[in-house]
């Protein structure tokens, strides 16, 4: 069985070369350690892509302006659930964008008596195969911190579901800061290792 070739390469310098996919895939993994360099990189790096794809669905620039805004709120607050999905990195942040861009539509759809504009809107809500399927990724996700170490699995769940910040995670387990982020580090890249099985 032939291995499956890798996405980043050595020229013959030796240097290791990112494709752009995994470029944004360890910009999105550090901002999720909070890394500001990491998500101005980012920025610099998606936001003229995403800014079209909001382009696109609002048909108005000063609108998608303010929600291309709101999307790297959004990957701020959330780019630790890109590490644990296992997901292409741009689809995901085309993902952040396209539910912006709907919950701005609803709002206005709110605001007007425009059916037109009711019509062109795909529904939101997952259908009953995007539920199995994310019932799936539940139990994978759960079995991968199943293989963590009791303590580590633990300060993840603490960290990314119930919101918990680095310095209280520090406090909590008696460690310092930067070892506190780097074993949450180690434990987010070890998921995301598991779930590429």
């Given at each position: 069985?032939?291995?499956?070739?890798?996405?980043?390469?050595?020229?013959?310098?030796?240097?290791?070369?990112?494709?752009?996919?995994?470029?944004?895939?360890?910009?999105?993994?550090?901002?999720?350690?909070?890394?500001?360099?990491?998500?101005?990189?980012?920025?610099?790096?998606?936001?003229?892509?995403?800014?079209?794809?909001?382009?696109?669905?609002?048909?108005d620039r000063e609108?998608?302006?303010?929600?291309?805004?709101?999307?790297?709120?959004k990957i701020w607050?959330?780019?630790?659930?890109?590490?644990?999905?296992?997901?292409?990195?741009?689809?995901?942040?085309?993902?952040?964008?396209?539910?912006?861009?709907?919950?701005?539509?609803?709002?206005?759809?709110?605001?007007?008596?425009?059916?037109?504009?009711?019509?062109?809107?795909?529904?939101?809500?997952?259908?009953?195969?995007?539920?199995?399927?994310?019932?799936?990724?539940?139990?994978?996700?759960?079995?991968?911190?199943?293989?963590?170490?009791?303590?580590?699995?633990?300060?993840?769940?603490?960290?990314?579901?119930?919101?918990?910040?680095?310095?209280?995670?520090?406090?909590?387990?008696?460690?310092?800061?930067?070892?506190?982020?780097?074993?949450?580090?180690?434990?987010?890249?070890?998921?995301?290792?598991c779930l590429a099985?």
């Amino acid at each position: 069985m032939i291995p499956p070739r890798s996405r980043s390469w050595k020229p013959a310098n030796g240097a290791l070369v990112l494709t752009p996919t995994d470029e944004i895939s360890e910009l999105l993994t550090r901002v999720a350690l909070q890394d500001r360099g990491a998500f101005d990189r980012l920025y610099a790096t998606v936001s003229a892509k995403l800014f079209g794809v909001l382009i696109r669905m609002l048909k108005d620039r000063e609108l998608a302006e303010d929600t291309l805004q709101d999307v790297f709120i959004k990957i701020w607050q959330k780019a630790d659930r890109f590490v644990g999905a296992n997901a292409d990195p741009m689809a995901w942040l085309i993902v952040v964008a396209r539910n912006q861009a709907i919950d701005k539509l609803r709002v206005r759809r709110e605001q007007t008596t425009d059916l037109g504009t009711a019509e062109r809107m795909t529904d939101p809500d997952p259908s009953p195969e995007q539920l199995a399927v994310a019932s799936g990724e539940r139990a994978r996700l759960a079995n991968c911190l199943a293989r963590l170490e009791p303590r580590r699995a633990e300060a993840v769940q603490a960290a990314y579901i119930e919101g918990y910040t680095y310095q209280e995670l520090a406090d909590r387990y008696g460690t310092p800061l930067n070892t506190m982020r780097t074993r949450l580090r180690r434990s987010l890249q070890t998921l995301k290792d598991c779930l590429a099985e």
